[in-house]
């Protein structure tokens, strides 16, 4: 049985930092890809970050080029995200999702395994 575990969500300033993880179990990690989305009230759900399976790359939006960081620890079967200088636009339900054997695609129906999202806001 597949699981998700999201944490690290919650409130924080403009300019901070907060780090996300997702941890499974159930599964090879390495052979997913994993992508972190968010969904902001009124907007469609877009893709933050991801990790393609077996390592193959990562890609971020260009909204948070340089600021956030994916990563994979596949010994302890958890994706982190780490998001620096934060922006009130950053404010959104983040989501992990897995898609067997995936490049990282933008479409999100296409990913398998869902996590129950965790909820980012940024503000003064």
């Known amino acids: 049985q597949v699981q998700f575990a999201e944490s690290g969500g919650g409130l924080v300033q403009p300019g901070g930092s907060r780090r996300l993880s997702c941890a499974f179990d159930?599964?090879?990690?390495?052979?997913?890809?994993i992508g972190w989305f968010r969904q902001a009230p009124g907007k469609e759900r877009e893709i933050v970050s991801c990790?393609?399976?077996?390592?193959?790359?990562?890609k971020y939006a260009d909204s948070v080029k340089g600021r956030f960081t994916i990563s994979r620890d596949n010994a302890k079967n958890t994706v982190n995200l780490q998001m620096n200088s934060l922006k009130p636009e950053d404010t959104a339900v983040y989501y992990c999702?897995?898609?067997?054997?995936?490049?990282?695609?933008?479409?999100?129906?296409?990913?398998?395994?869902w996590g129950q999202g965790t909820q980012v806001t940024v503000s003064s």
């Open positions: 990790i393609s399976s077996n390592d193959r790359g990562t």
């Open positions: 999702a897995a898609e067997y054997l995936g490049s990282c695609s933008d479409y999100w129906p296409g990913y398998e395994y």
């Open positions: 159930g599964f090879t990690l390495d052979y997913y890809a």
